[in-house]
């Protein structure tokens, strides 16, 4: 097991949180589609809860990146909030990037199994292009939440505006 305080383990942790603050933003997503469709929209209670527990985590993140928690509310988006958005935006399109590549692969899969050796070719190269993609907005993702340049940044919300919309 590696030591609490060791790059690798504090690296794991910094991406772990990203996954679950995509994951929670994700869910969000799917459940303002639902709620949407519906004649009466029910769904506000839960897509509310999901994003505080999305602000949870945020603050968790900012908190071991030593991004400092300050005041609340002016009207212009703040460094800070764009910073939150980009992280979550960021690991939202790792998250999508996954799901991409796995429909990909259920497709080349099945063009392997018919033979047509043309497309499975294409589709390779198309999944590698997604992978690519992935790799540099992941890389990407853990090097801003790494960088000694966010010790100054304060954070008013662990929340970008449009998340706000319900409070």
Do not use: N
């Not at 764009?82 to 935006?89: A, E, L, M, Y």
């Not at 991409?100 to 080349?108: G, N, P, Q, T, W």
């Not at 199994?113 to 890389?139: C, N």
């Not at 960088?147 to 505006?161: N, P, T």
């Amino acid at each position: 097991m590696a030591d609490a305080r060791s790059p690798v383990y504090e690296e794991a942790l910094l991406q772990e949180l990203a996954y679950a603050i995509a994951h929670i933003a994700h869910a969000e997503q799917h459940l303002l589609e639902i709620d949407s469709q519906l004649a009466e929209p029910s769904l506000s209670t839960y897509i509310d809860r999901l994003r505080m527990g999305r602000k949870t985590l945020g603050e968790v993140l900012f908190g071991l990146v030593g991004v400092m928690k300050g005041g609340e509310g002016a009207e212009s988006r703040t460094a800070a909030e764009s910073f939150w958005c980009t992280v979550k935006h960021l690991s939202m399109a790792v998250v999508h990037c996954d799901e991409c590549a796995e429909k990909v692969i259920r497709r080349l899969s099945e063009k392997l199994s018919t033979g047509d050796a043309v497309s499975a070719k294409s589709l390779l190269e198309d999944l590698s292009k997604i992978y690519s993609v992935r790799r540099d907005a992941f890389k990407m993702l853990i090097d801003i939440l790494k960088g000694g340049d966010l010790k100054d940044l304060q954070v008013e919300s662990a929340r970008c505006r449009e998340d706000l919309c319900v409070e």
